[in-house]
C-alpha cells in the first residue's frame, strides 16, 4: 500500500489531498479563488498565485487533519502538479512540495495536469464501494477550461492524440459565451443552469465538424452567439461587443440551451465515434465541462448504445482537485518518476503529441 500526500495549484483551485495507491481518497481538500475571480470576470494570474499563496498552508493542515496524518514521514511520497497551468499558480505547488519533500526525504513526483483529469477516473471516495477500474484500451475524453483533447490510452501512461481542439477549449468557450449573455462566472455552471429554465428548443447554432480531421473547434459557434446576441438587441451584428444583460432571461435561457447543444452534440459524437473506431472497451471523461449533466447523459446514452461503460467522475473531481494528482501520481510513482530539489514549473506542457 502506498499513500502519496497529492499538490495541485496550476490555475485557481489550491488543492492538497492523501490518496491511497491511486484510488482511495483520504482527504482532498479545495480552497476554490471562484468568488475571487468572479469580480473580473476571469483569473488575473498575479491574483490567482498570491490566492495560492495565503491558501496553500491552511489546505495541508487541513487535508492531513482529515485523514488523521500528523506526520508526512508516514506517508511514501509526495506528487505535485508541474504543469500546464500558470507559471505564478504552479509555482506555489511546487515550492510547497520541494520544501516538504526536502523536510520529509520523501520522493518527489512531477505530474501533468491533463493526466491527473484522465485519472480522476480511478478515484473512490472514503466510504464508496470498491468498483472495477477503467480497462484497456479506453478513449479518454478532456474537456477543461484550457484543454479540450480526445486520446486513445492502450496501457497506463501511454496515450494517442485522436484530436484536439485548434481554437478555444470547452470550458473556454463555456466561459466566454457567459460573460457575452451577461451570466455570473465561470460561464460553464451558469449555462448549464440557465440552459435548464429554456421552454421554447428552437433555436440553433452550428457545429464544426471539421472534416474527418478528428480536431474539434469551438470559436465559430462562439461568434455565432455573439451575432444571434447582437441582432436580438437589434445591434450591428458585424461589429457590435452586444450586452447580454440586457437581453430578457427567456432569451438568455434559450441561447444558452442551443450554445450547450451544440458543444454536447460535438462532444458526444466525436468521443463516441472514437471509441467505435478504436474499439474501446471503455470510455472515461475528465475536466470540469465533464461536470456538465447534459453531456454527462449525452455520452453515456451513445455508450450505452455501444454496449461500452462510460467512467465519469463526481462532478467535484471532474474540477480541478489534488485528488486527482495523486491518482495520476501513483501511477507515475510506480514507474519510477522522481524529480529532486531543481523541479521546475513546465506551463505548456502537453500530455500527447499527434501521431506521426
Ligand atoms: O478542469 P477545470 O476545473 O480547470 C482547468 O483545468 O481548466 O475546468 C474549468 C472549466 C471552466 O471553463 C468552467 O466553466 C467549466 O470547466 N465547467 C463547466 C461546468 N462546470 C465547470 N462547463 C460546463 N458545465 C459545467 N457544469
Ligand atoms: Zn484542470
Same mark, same amino acid.
Given at each position: 500500500?502506498?499513500?502519496?500526500?497529492?499538490?495541485?495549484s496550476?490555475?485557481?483551485? #489550491?488543492?492538497?489531498?492523501?490518496?491511497e495507491?491511486g484510488?482511495?481518497?483520504?482527504?482532498?481538500?479545495?480552497?476554490?479563488?471562484?468568488a475571487?475571480?468572479?469580480? #473580473?470576470g476571469?483569473?488575473?494570474?498575479?491574483v490567482?498565485?498570491?490566492?495560492?499563496?495565503?491558501?496553500m498552508?491552511?489546505?495541508?493542515?487541513?487535508?492531513?487533519?482529515?485523514?488523521?496524518?500528523?506526520?508526512?514521514?508516514?506517508?511514501?511520497?509526495?506528487?505535485v502538479?508541474?504543469?500546464?497551468?500558470?507559471?505564478?499558480?504552479?509555482?506555489?505547488?511546487?515550492?510547497?512540495?520541494?520544501?516538504?519533500?526536502?523536510?520529509?526525504?520523501?520522493?518527489?513526483?512531477?505530474v501533468n495536469?491533463?493526466?491527473?483529469?484522465?485519472?480522476a477516473?480511478?478515484?473512490?471516495?472514503?466510504?464508496?464501494?470498491? $468498483?472495477?477500474?477503467?480497462?484497456?484500451?479506453?478513449?479518454?475524453?478532456?474537456?477543461?477550461?484550457?484543454? #479540450?483533447?480526445?486520446? %486513445?490510452?492502450?496501457?497506463?501512461?501511454?496515450?494517442?492524440?485522436?484530436?484536439?481542439?485548434v481554437?478555444d477549449?470547452?470550458?473556454?468557450?463555456?466561459d466566454?459565451?457567459?460573460?457575452l449573455?451577461?451570466?455570473p462566472?465561470?460561464?460553464?455552471?451558469?449555462?448549464?443552469?440557465?440552459?435548464?429554465?429554456?421552454?421554447?428548443?428552437?433555436?440553433?447554432?452550428?457545429?464544426?465538424?471539421?472534416?474527418d480531421t478528428?480536431?474539434?473547434s469551438?470559436?465559430?459557434?462562439?461568434?455565432?452567439?455573439?451575432?444571434?446576441?447582437s441582432?436580438e438587441?437589434?445591434?450591428?451584428? %458585424?461589429?457590435?461587443?452586444?450586452?447580454?444583460?440586457?437581453?430578457?432571461?427567456?432569451?438568455?435561457?434559450?441561447?444558452?440551451?442551443?450554445f450547450?447543444?451544440?458543444?454536447?452534440?460535438?462532444l458526444?459524437?466525436?468521443?463516441?465515434?472514437?471509441?467505435?473506431?478504436?474499439?474501446?472497451?471503455c470510455?472515461?471523461?475528465?475536466?470540469?465541462?465533464?461536470?456538465?449533466?447534459?453531456?454527462?447523459d449525452?455520452i453515456?446514452?451513445?455508450?450505452?448504445?455501444?454496449?461500452?461503460?462510460?467512467?465519469?467522475?463526481?462532478?467535484?473531481?471532474?474540477?480541478?482537485?489534488?485528488?486527482?494528482?495523486?491518482?495520476?501520481?501513483?501511477?507515475?510513482?510506480?514507474?519510477?518518476a522522481?524529480?529532486? %530539489?531543481?523541479?521546475?514549473? $513546465?506551463?505548456?506542457?502537453?500530455?500527447?503529441?499527434?501521431?506521426?
Amino acid at each position: 500500500m502506498t499513500r502519496l500526500l497529492a499538490i495541485e495549484s496550476s490555475c485557481d483551485e #489550491t488543492s492538497v489531498a492523501i490518496v491511497e495507491d491511486g484510488r482511495r481518497i483520504h482527504a482532498n481538500v479545495v480552497a476554490s479563488q471562484v468568488a475571487l475571480h468572479a469580480r #473580473t470576470g476571469g483569473i488575473v494570474p498575479e491574483v490567482a498565485a498570491r490566492a495560492h499563496l495565503r491558501w496553500m498552508i491552511p489546505v495541508l493542515d487541513e487535508a492531513c487533519r482529515v485523514a488523521g496524518v500528523d506526520d508526512l514521514r508516514a506517508l511514501d511520497g509526495i506528487a505535485v502538479t508541474q504543469g500546464p497551468g500558470l507559471a505564478g499558480s504552479l509555482l506555489v505547488g511546487i515550492s510547497m512540495a520541494r520544501t516538504l519533500a526536502w523536510e520529509t526525504g520523501l520522493p518527489l513526483v512531477p505530474v501533468n495536469h491533463l493526466e491527473g483529469h484522465v485519472y480522476a477516473a480511478w478515484l473512490l471516495d472514503p466510504d464508496e464501494a470498491e $468498483r472495477p477500474e477503467p480497462v484497456f484500451p479506453l478513449v479518454a475524453l478532456v474537456v477543461s477550461g484550457g484543454h #479540450t483533447f480526445l486520446v %486513445e490510452m492502450t496501457d497506463h501512461l501511454t496515450y494517442r492524440l485522436l484530436g484536439q481542439t485548434v481554437d478555444d477549449a470547452a470550458g473556454e468557450a463555456f466561459d466566454k459565451v457567459g460573460r457575452l449573455l451577461g451570466l455570473p462566472y465561470p460561464g460553464g455552471p451558469s449555462i448549464m443552469a440557465a440552459a435548464a429554465e429554456a421552454v421554447a428548443h428552437d433555436r440553433r447554432f452550428p457545429r464544426a465538424w471539421m472534416g474527418d480531421t478528428g480536431d474539434l473547434s469551438f470559436s465559430g459557434l462562439k461568434t455565432a452567439v455573439r451575432r444571434a446576441v447582437s441582432r436580438e438587441l437589434g445591434r450591428d451584428p %458585424e461589429h457590435d461587443e452586444p450586452d447580454g444583460s440586457q437581453l430578457p432571461r427567456t432569451v438568455v435561457a434559450e441561447m444558452a440551451w442551443a450554445f450547450q447543444e451544440s458543444v454536447v452534440d460535438v462532444l458526444a459524437t466525436r468521443t463516441i465515434r472514437a471509441a467505435t473506431d478504436r474499439g474501446a472497451r471503455c470510455i472515461v471523461m475528465g475536466g470540469g465541462v465533464a461536470a456538465n449533466r447534459v453531456l454527462r447523459d449525452r455520452i453515456a446514452d451513445g455508450a450505452a448504445t455501444l454496449g461500452v461503460p462510460l467512467i465519469v467522475p463526481r462532478p467535484g473531481l471532474c474540477t480541478d482537485n489534488g485528488a486527482m494528482i495523486g491518482a495520476a501520481g501513483h501511477r507515475r510513482f510506480l514507474a519510477g518518476a522522481r524529480a529532486d %530539489e531543481s523541479l521546475e514549473a $513546465r506551463p505548456s506542457w502537453k500530455l500527447a503529441q499527434p501521431a506521426a
